[in-house]
């Protein structure tokens, strides 16, 4: 147990302080996946476009169950991830990606954190990274202070994904 908490403390750590922005990488994310009606971000066949190496987008909220996805493409390995969603206060989030590569998954009010005890990467694909579960919210959920971890704790890119109303 011990073992766990120490690890868990210098993978925060590594990906948090983490000030040195690494190099994105060149490739851009081709996908066949048709995510439509994000806006601007869509090219001219309505397919999402995105270069960075993780892009994400917050979907399919359900106002009844206060329930919403975070969806994501990556086109290198993932280690770990954090974000920070204010406009709600995070009951916890479950299912898609993190619950099948068996990721440790903690969360406060507002924060979600999450990794591999066995160094497990999620591979480059795309998929529902979770769905998150919420109380007390505001008008939008926005995600911010966004970190993913990639080989060897370096900070992945990221898009900053548009706000999603939760009226």
């Known amino acids: 147990?011990?073992?766990r908490v120490i690890f868990f403390i210098v993978l925060f750590f590594s990906i948090s302080c983490q000030s040195k922005k690494s190099n994105a990488s060149e490739s851009?994310?081709?996908?066949?996946?048709?995510?439509?009606n994000l806006d601007s971000k869509?090219?001219?066949?309505?397919r999402w476009k995105c270069e960075e190496e993780v892009c994400?987008?917050?979907?399919?909220?359900?106002?009844s169950k206060r329930t919403f996805e975070i969806f994501m493409i990556n086109s290198v390995p993932i280690f770990g991830f954090q974000c920070d969603l204010p406009g709600v206060d995070i009951i916890n989030s479950s299912g898609g990606l993190l619950d099948e590569n068996e990721y440790q998954t903690s969360n406060s009010a507002s924060?979600?954190?999450?990794f591999s005890m066995q160094?497990?990467?999620?591979?480059?694909g795309m998929g529902i990274l979770t769905e998150v579960h919420y109380d007390k919210p505001l008008e939008e959920v926005c995600m911010?202070?966004?970190?993913?971890?990639g080989i060897g704790g370096s900070k992945l890119s990221s898009n900053n994904p548009d706000c999603m109303e939760l009226d």
């Not at 160094?119 to 480059?124: D, F, L």
């Open 1 to 3: 147990m011990h073992i």
């Open 28 to 36: 851009n994310i081709k996908t066949s996946a048709e995510v439509k």
């Open 42 to 46: 869509n090219d001219e066949h309505g």
């Open 56 to 63: 994400l987008h917050l979907r399919n909220h359900n106002k």
């Open 111 to 114: 924060r979600l954190l999450s």
């Open 119 to 124: 160094a497990k990467p999620i591979s480059a």
């Open 144 to 149: 911010t202070q966004i970190i993913f971890a």
